[in-house]
């Protein structure tokens, strides 16, 4: 059974930094795909990086340039290192990943628990 858990989350003024992680167990791929999502009250869910076992990435544009991805231990441990965040980034943030190349943020079957975010202006 996969299992996904985040952590990392909390409540940061504006300008603030952050770092996500994410660690997934229960699977060994070669190739695979693990992304960020956000959720904010009153929104639909929301791509915010992604990258995968080749190492390509994908960001939302929100956070181009402030929000790098990184990965470790071949697939199974995910960051989101989070700079000059400003208040409507808070959310909830969910890591997710699947056995498959990134899609644009597509088709992802595994899937944490989340970690919120609150940043105050």
């Known amino acids: 059974e996969v299992q996904v858990a985040e952590s990392g989350g909390g409540s940061v003024q504006a300008g603030g930094s952050l770092r996500l992680s994410c660690v997934a167990s229960?699977?060994?791929?070669?190739?695979?795909?693990m992304g960020w999502f956000r959720q904010a009250p009153g929104k639909e869910r929301e791509g915010v990086a992604e990258?995968?076992?080749?190492?390509?990435?994908n960001y939302a544009d929100s956070v181009k340039g402030r929000f790098p991805i990184s990965k470790a231990n071949a697939g199974n441990t995910l960051y989101l290192q989070m700079h000059n965040l400003k208040p409507e980034d808070t959310a909830m943030y969910y890591c997710?990943?699947?056995?498959?190349?990134?899609?644009?943020?597509?088709?992802?079957?595994?899937w944490g628990q989340g970690t919120q975010v609150t940043v105050s202006s």
């Open positions: 990258i995968d076992s080749d190492g390509a990435m």
């Open positions: 229960g699977y060994t791929y070669s190739k695979y795909c």
């Open positions: 997710a990943t699947d056995h498959k190349y990134c899609e644009g943020f597509a088709d992802f079957r595994y």
